[in-house]
């Protein structure tokens, strides 16, 4: 187990507009408010259209993370995830999951790491800035080279 005690900052409601990426959208915010790094506990949207991570396939090792994705429509989505702060290359590094019903299948759900999404009608956010410590994706080579959220105790 990693745990540190968080020193929280600024609290944002956010609101993205109808026809919008998702993640554009996000990174604009951050940008315009000199974000770095933010837990967001929880969203609600429409999204036109969604991409995230699943197979249909039978997977050959069912404990190695999928890089497959899905493609829905027309569906509801509620989420929550983590940003870091990628120095090297200036840019954001989201970490979304979500649940998503889809409408005109009776809400049929799936869940999983959000890829790409375009707002339908809206997009209503929390988000949480972290002052400290500093929170960082390390590569861990011993679990499929996956990024994992990490709290540098010493920044």
């Known amino acids: 187990m990693n745990s540190v005690e968080i020193k929280l900052g600024r609290s944002f409601g956010v609101t993205f507009e109808h026809g919008k990426n998702f993640f554009d959208e996000l990174s604009e915010f951050f940008k315009m408010n000199n974000l770095k790094q933010a837990f967001i506990p929880m969203f609600i949207a429409g999204f036109q259209s ?29 989420g929550s995830g983590t940003v870091t702060y990628d120095e090297k290359n200036d840019k954001i590094v989201p970490h979304i999951h979500i649940s998503v ?20 009608f809206l997009t209503e956010m929390l988000v949480l800035e972290v002052i400290s410590p500093k929170m960082e994706r390390v590569v861990n080579p011993n679990l499929y080279n996956i990024a994992l959220l990490n709290f540098r105790h010493d920044a």
């Open 50 to 78: 969604v991409e995230m991570v699943g197979a249909c396939e039978k997977l050959e090792d069912p404990n190695a993370p999928v890089w497959s994705k899905v493609y829905l429509e027309n569906v509801e989505v509620i």
């Open 101 to 120: 019903g889809i409408k005109p299948q009776s809400g049929s759900a799936h869940t999983s790491h959000l890829l790409d999404a375009k707002v339908q």
